[in-house]
């Protein structure tokens, strides 16, 4: 049984800090040096010094970023910065964003605005073996000792999970329109430098809050996003079980904060993210190329200097277009002025390359280019990959393309996105896709909620 809950929620205080768009920022695992210098520089107490404090060279077991972020979070809680809700409530986030971006154009579309509905509470910690939270992907341990460490360090959840849940019969679309259409309007309303609206009501009405639990409680949840954040809650709940080992099972640990929307949500959105291959040694682009068409049919797509972004916008337009016929990847190789679509030619191949592997995983993209491009011809296997030797993770196209031009990179994979139907079918038959196989869109701010994690406090459980 899913136990979701309202909470009593940290949030800025806008008298405070004024525009609210100056302290917020994105989640902490896409936000870059260059961008973490720039979150630095527009607000003192931007969300940046809490959720990827700067490193120094000085720093040491007593003095580092985990706790130049607790130093942070206690004083902006003192003076004021930041002010709890007084009441238990859920936070219901509206995004509206341009959806063009995942359709391969250079630009010639009109933007095509989405709406993606959902709502942040508290969900009660599950080990994933109980079948009521079920993950998609495979973690990595550093990211999860970061996390943990921060955690530990400042007591609170600074960034939610993204999570799904299924509502074939639409029991949630009446509250989500009664909220979105109050009339004294979001607590919220701020545009990020994307150009993503984010509207965020606070709703503590009780009726509502017991209609949501009752909704929720025979739910399966999935994490589309964040599984290092829930992995790294259910190790601090462990730790605080230690050394609080006379609970009664409603202390903070034992829940964490999510971001939960509908899988049929028409605003919900997958990107893909594509692969540039680096550091193979001995490579040769002929002999590759000759492997690669036992497996594969082979089309090519030639450009020059003046037609490269048309080419590649047809490209890229034809490789989304087979999105639902069969099993086909976009390439482009060093030194060559040709992209490649390879579309398999027989599924046997994958059967024979991967026996044990099962029905959902081999459905996968993602797992085609791993298993018979990256293992089966370049020796790039799971170790590599976790290892992050030979494989650069690119969100837009043209970041991949200019990592192969520049010579950077050796090949350039374009994949299509991960279906969420494949999300779902994944987490239910017990399996994990490879890290970086979904992109969910758009990315949730950090800055518009924050859960504490006070040991002694407990969870209000109805």
């Known amino acids: 049984m899913a136990l979701i809950v309202p909470f009593q929620g940290?949030?800025?205080?806008?008298?405070?800090?004024?525009?609210?768009?100056?302290?917020?920022?994105?989640?902490?695992?896409?936000?870059?040096?260059?961008?973490?210098?720039?979150?630095?520089?527009?607000?003192?107490?931007?969300?940046?010094?809490?959720?990827?404090?700067?490193?120094?060279?000085?720093?040491?077991?007593?003095?580092?970023?985990?706790?130049?972020?607790?130093?942070?979070?206690?004083?902006?809680?003192?003076?004021?910065?930041?002010?709890?809700?007084?009441?238990?409530?859920?936070?219901f986030l509206q995004e509206e964003f341009d959806a063009s971006l995942s359709l391969p154009t250079d630009g010639g579309l009109p933007a095509t605005r989405k709406v993606r509905r959902g709502f942040i509470g508290l969900i009660r910690l599950e080990e994933f073996g109980t079948g009521v939270v079920l993950p998609h992907e495979k973690t990595q341990t550093k990211p999860k000792a970061d996390r943990l460490a921060l955690m530990e360090a400042c007591q609170a959840n600074f960034?939610?999970?993204?999570?799904?849940?299924?509502?074939?019969?639409?029991?949630?679309?009446?509250?989500?329109?009664?909220?979105?259409?109050?009339?004294?309007?979001?607590?919220?309303?701020?545009?990020?430098?994307?150009?993503?609206?984010?509207?965020?009501?606070?709703?503590?009405?009780?009726?509502?809050?017991?209609?949501?639990?009752?909704?929720?409680?025979?739910?399966?949840?999935?994490?589309?996003?964040?599984?290092?954040?829930?992995?790294?809650?259910?190790?601090?709940?462990?730790?605080?079980?230690?050394?609080?080992?006379?609970?009664?099972?409603r202390e903070s640990y034992h829940f964490t904060m999510m971001y939960l929307a509908a899988m049929e949500d028409e605003g919900l959105l997958i990107l893909p993210t594509h692969r540039v291959v680096v550091g193979v040694e001995k490579f040769?682009?002929?002999?590759?190329?000759?492997?690669?068409?036992?497996?594969?049919?082979?089309?090519?797509?030639?450009?020059?200097?003046?037609?490269?972004?048309?080419?590649?916008?047809?490209?890229?337009?034809?490789?989304?277009?087979?999105s639902d016929e069969g099993r086909t990847l976009g390439m482009l190789l060093g030194e060559t002025t040709q992209y490649f679509l390879l579309s398999l030619k027989n599924g046997r191949f994958l059967d024979e390359a991967a026996p044990a592997l099962s029905p959902t995983l081999k459905d996968l993209d993602v797992n085609l280019l791993h298993i018979l491009v990256f293992q089966k011809l370049l020796q790039i296997g799971p170790q590599e990959l976790a290892a992050g030797k030979n494989v650069l993770y690119c969100q837009e196209p043209q970041e991949a393309v200019q990592a192969v031009?520049?010579?950077?990179?050796?090949?350039?994979?374009?994949?299509?996105?991960?279906?969420?139907?494949?999300?779902?079918?994944?987490?239910?038959?017990?399996?994990?896709?490879?890290?970086?196989?979904?992109?969910?869109?758009?990315?949730?701010?950090?800055?518009?909620?924050?859960?504490?994690l006070e040991p002694d406090e407990e969870i209000v459980v109805e």
């Open 405 to 452: 031009q520049s010579g950077k990179g050796q090949i350039a994979f374009f994949l299509n996105p991960t279906k969420v139907y494949q999300v779902r079918d994944v987490s239910l038959a017990g399996e994990t896709m490879p890290s970086k196989s979904t992109f969910f869109y758009p990315k949730l701010l950090s800055g518009l909620v924050i859960n504490p």
């Open 159 to 249: 960034s939610q999970i993204f999570s799904l849940y299924s509502d074939e019969d639409g029991a949630m679309a009446p509250i989500y329109e009664k909220v979105f259409s109050s009339p004294e309007g979001p607590a919220i309303d701020v545009t990020d430098d994307d150009g993503i609206r984010h509207r965020l009501w606070m709703v503590s009405d009780p009726q509502i809050i017991g209609k949501i639990t009752e909704i929720m409680k025979p739910k399966k949840i999935y994490i589309a996003d964040g599984h290092h954040r829930y992995e790294t809650a259910l190790a601090y709940r462990e730790r605080q079980l230690a050394r609080f080992p006379n609970g009664t099972g």
């Open 284 to 322: 040769q682009a002929s002999s590759f190329m000759e492997k690669l068409s036992a497996n594969f049919s082979v089309e090519s797509f030639a450009f020059n200097a003046k037609n490269e972004g048309m080419v590649r916008d047809k490209f890229l337009r034809e490789l989304a277009s087979r």
């Open 10 to 91: 940290i949030l800025y205080n806008q008298k405070k800090v004024g525009d609210i768009r100056r302290v917020i920022a994105p989640p902490y695992d896409v936000i870059s040096p260059e961008a973490q210098n720039s979150f630095y520089r527009r607000h003192p107490q931007n969300v940046i010094r809490l959720i990827l404090n700067k490193e120094t060279p000085e720093d040491n077991p007593q003095n580092n970023r985990y706790t130049r972020s607790a130093a942070h979070y206690r004083t902006w809680l003192e003076e004021g910065t930041l002010v709890r809700s007084r009441a238990p409530q859920f936070y």
